[in-house]
């Protein structure tokens, strides 16, 4: 089972780079990593989502080494609408157990002006 | 697409009463998971299930919890009879089949039930 961990909080300011990283030392070859954003009084919503090297969509960017023993989420000049809990998961999404899918208490990110 | 959508979106009752959470996933989708959201233990998947068929229930706190899928477009799930520690955020989501080689933990969360239990 691929426990994640991640810092509780992180502050930053409007404009610059964020990153978020997350440490997966178990994970398995088949999973993948996924990061979810959550905003106060919403459900978590998908952000992106890798197996290595680096992946890019609209919202961040996912660096994963090589050993995938980690990753880092990287948000580009973050705004004050980036103010949420973003979650790691790591699984293969073959959702054979429902203990492999564990949000933990994610990373509650706070920009301010 | 309206996205998974909850019913109600608030609930308050009083301890001893029975309530039913209600969910309708996105259409198409072959996975049904219900959460529950505290400060205290964060977000605990209860329930999941397959083409309608319940696959993995141990995340299920206690028998007073009980979840169905009668189709694949509806599910509930039912608490009796509540209690004041079963107030919470109750989150169902919703997620297709995953494509080969496209990635998988893909979860299309709803609004969320906000349940309080007095």
């Known amino acids: 089972l691929a426990k994640t961990t991640q810092p509780i909080s992180m502050d930053s300011y409007e404009g610059q780079e964020v990153n978020i990283t997350c440490s997966h030392n178990n994970i398995a070859t088949n999973d993948y990593i996924t990061w979810y954003q ?14 290595k090297t680096k992946v890019t969509n609209e919202v961040a960017s996912l660096f994963i080494p090589a050993d995938r ?18 979650y790691c998961l790591v699984g293969d999404g073959v959702y054979s157990s429902a203990s492999k ?5 994610g990373t509650r990110l706070s920009i301010r002006p | 697409d ?7 979106r608030h609930e308050v009752t009083e301890m001893g009463q029975e309530v039913t959470l ?9 996975y049904l998971f219900w959460y ?18 319940p696959i993995d229930d141990s995340g299920m706190p206690e028998d007073r919890f009980s979840a169905k899928m009668p189709n694949a477009s509806f599910s ?10 079963d107030s919470a955020v109750y ?3 919703s997620s297709p089949i995953p494509r080969p080689g496209q990635g998988k933990e893909t979860q299309y969360f709803g609004p969320g039930t906000r349940l309080l239990v007095l």
């Open chain 1, 38 to 51: 959550q905003f106060p009084s919403q459900g978590p919503r998908f952000i992106i989502q890798g197996y």
């Open chain 1, 69 to 86: 023993k980690s990753s880092t989420l990287s948000l580009p000049r973050v705004s004050l609408s980036d103010t949420a809990v973003y």
């Open chain 1, 101 to 105: 899918i564990i949000f933990g208490s």
């Open chain 2, 2 to 8: 309206a996205g998974v959508i909850q019913s109600p």
């Open chain 2, 22 to 30: 209600r969910c309708k996933p996105i259409s198409g989708h072959d």
């Open chain 2, 36 to 53: 529950r959201q505290t400060m205290m233990r964060g977000l605990e998947l209860l329930i999941y299930f397959n083409n309608n068929v």
């Open chain 2, 76 to 85: 509930t799930l039912k608490i009796q009879p509540s209690e004041p520690r």
């Open chain 2, 91 to 93: 989150f169902c989501a």
